[in-house]
């Protein structure tokens, strides 16, 4: 399992990676893997503030339909359109192209409640 030296990660296996007052979101790829061939992304949140570990959408795979989770509070700026078309992008690159929200930051200082790589490979035994 990967996990990325640049990413926070939360205990429900969603990732940020902070671009200034902006973050991404994304799964990490224990997560997928976990999940299995995923076949749909939900996000009805765009312009939604919402707080930490509030639910800001659904991914279903083939077996199971899960919520995915705020790593910090913040608005919902964008989805990434391309996994409408192409779900499995979370398969094959979920710290790249498989992001899946992008997110204005209302409170940094969250920031430092998530798990750094070290205690995320910790939690998932890598």
Do not use: C
């Not at 640049?6 to 973050?23: I, P, Q, S, V």
């Not at 224990?30 to 707080?51: C, K």
């Not at 996994?83 to 192209?97: A, M, R």
């Amino acid at each position: 399992m990967k996990v990325p030296d640049n990413l926070m990660y939360t205990k429900d296996h969603e990732w940020l990676r902070t671009e200034g007052e902006e973050a991404y979101v994304g799964i990490s790829d224990f997560a997928q893997h976990e999940l299995g061939d995923i076949v749909f992304i939900e996000v009805e949140t765009i312009g939604e503030i919402l707080a930490k570990g509030e639910s800001f959408g659904t991914i279903e795979a083939v077996k199971t339909v899960s919520d995915m989770f705020m790593p910090v509070s913040g608005e919902v700026l964008m989805f990434n359109e391309e996994l409408n078309t192409k779900p499995e992008i979370l398969n094959q690159d979920p710290y790249g192209k498989g992001w899946v929200i992008k997110i204005k930051i209302q409170n940094k200082d969250e920031i430092g409640e998530l798990l750094n790589p070290v205690q995320y490979s910790e939690l998932i035994k890598v």
